[in-house]
Every structure is written in structure tokens, then in C-alpha cells.
């Protein structure tokens, strides 16, 4: 039988999926809204092992920009009794890279509000915990699906950043996050070309657009995320 301490500390990937599944929850107000905007979540596993862990998510999307401060207060055992889990994973502080999002809520959530420790957040979606090679969790740069309908737009007054897989499939980062570095900041993605290691073929680039790049998807989108926990959609395939 797999450990809660072992689903814990195997759930980084898991939460990069949620990242994926629900960087925001509202139409942006105006162009720009969503761009470089804070927020963190909770994820609340429960089930059993293997094949029917699932992840609440928790979010402050929509809420507040997760304080510093009051993120600081939260702790994944004491949240984990309080909400009878069977572990939860702190997801955050991370950072939106859109300009402009569209994301319908999954049925049966959005409308639940709760606060940990002075912290406001509603209930966002529920994810399937993947399982790789008996482990929780997914390897960085391995695409895998999430469920869902969304409109994405990256704003061509910014920059884009993008991975692309050996068989020139373009992945393009949506969220940065603090998770592993604490110190990642808006300016320092452009150096992610020295910092990130991926697998033989993959490479790590940046570019300014010449307009807007709206990806939509109505059921699925392909994702990933990198070894520092950043994350990214499917672009186009090669």
C-alpha cells in the first residue's frame, strides 16, 4: 500500500495537471487582467491507490491574489485533517502568462467558498491523480491530457515562451511557479534557456508575436510542465 507520505511528496506533476486544468476562472475584465496575476490553490486527494485517487481543487482565482502572508499560513497536514483527506499538496504561489482567459467551471463546482486560515478560496474542479510507473504523479516535459473547455489568449505586446519536443510539437508555457523556486519572477523566464535541463532534442525558446495567439480547446488539451514546476499547452503538433 502506497504511504501518504509517498502520495505527498510524488504529487508535484499532479499539481502542475491542476495548474493546467484551471489556471483562472473568469473572463478577464480587459486585455491584460489576467497577465503576470498571482493566485495559489489546495489540492485535496482522496480515494485509494491506484486507480481512484482524486484531487479537489481549491483556488483563490477569482478571489483574492493568495497573500503572501496568508499562504505562508497554511500547512498541508492540518488542512488535510480539516477537510479529511487522505494528503494535500500546496499549489502556489504560481503566475498567469495569458492575457485574456475563458474557462467553464466543471459541474458542481465554482460555488463553494471556504477560508483556511484566513485565506479565501472556492472549490475550482476535480482531477483524476494520474499514476506513472505505480507512482502518483506525472514526469516533467511527458505530455498528458486534461479534460476540459477553455479559451487561452497570449497578448502580442508580451512574450511568449516555448518548448518544443523532438518531433516539433510547440508547447507554450501558461503559468510560472514558485513551488521550486521561490525566487522565479517574470524576468527571469528568459533565462530558463540556461537553467532548464529536458530531455535529449527538446529545446527551451522565446519570441514576441506578431498578434494575438488564442488556443481553444472543447473537450481536451495536451499539457506538460518542466522540472521547476512552470507549465505548458500544446500549441501545435509537429
Same mark, same amino acid.
Given at each position: ?72 499560513? /497554511? ?157 505548458? /499547452? ?5
Amino acid at each position: 500500500m502506497l504511504s501518504r507520505h509517498r502520495i505527498a511528496g510524488s504529487l508535484l506533476a499532479a499539481a502542475s495537471l491542476a495548474a493546467l486544468v484551471a489556471p483562472g476562472v473568469a473572463t478577464a475584465a480587459s486585455p491584460n487582467a489576467a497577465y503576470n496575476a498571482r493566485y495559489c490553490e489546495v489540492l485535496a486527494v482522496r480515494g485509494t491507490f491506484p486507480n481512484d485517487l482524486v484531487a479537489d481543487i481549491w483556488g483563490t482565482q477569482g478571489v483574492n491574489d493568495c497573500p503572501p502572508a496568508l499562504w505562508k499560513k /497554511q500547512n498541508a497536514a492540518a488542512l488535510a485533517t480539516e477537510l479529511g483527506a487522505l494528503v494535500v499538496r500546496l499549489n502556489g504561489p504560481r503566475f498567469s502568462l495569458l492575457s485574456k482567459l475563458v474557462l467553464k467551471v466543471a459541474p458542481g463546482f465554482g460555488g463553494k467558498y471556504r477560508t483556511f486560515n484566513g485565506l479565501k478560496m472556492r472549490t475550482i474542479a476535480q482531477i483524476k491523480v494520474p499514476v506513472t510507473n505505480g507512482v502518483p504523479g506525472l514526469t516533467p516535459y511527458t505530455p498528458a491530457v486534461a479534460s476540459g473547455s477553455r479559451v487561452f489568449t497570449f497578448g502580442k505586446e508580451h512574450k511568449v515562451y516555448e518548448l518544443t519536443a523532438p518531433d516539433g510539437s510547440v508547447y507554450v508555457m501558461q503559468t510560472y511557479s514558485q513551488h521550486v523556486d521561490p525566487k522565479l519572477s517574470l524576468s527571469g523566464l528568459p533565462g530558463l534557456r540556461n537553467r532548464l535541463k529536458p530531455p535529449a532534442g527538446w529545446t527551451f525558446s522565446s519570441r514576441k508575436l506578431k498578434r494575438d495567439l488564442t488556443l481553444t480547446t472543447k473537450t481536451q488539451v495536451t499539457v506538460l510542465s518542466d522540472e521547476l514546476d512552470n507549465t505548458y /499547452q500544446l500549441e501545435h503538433r509537429g
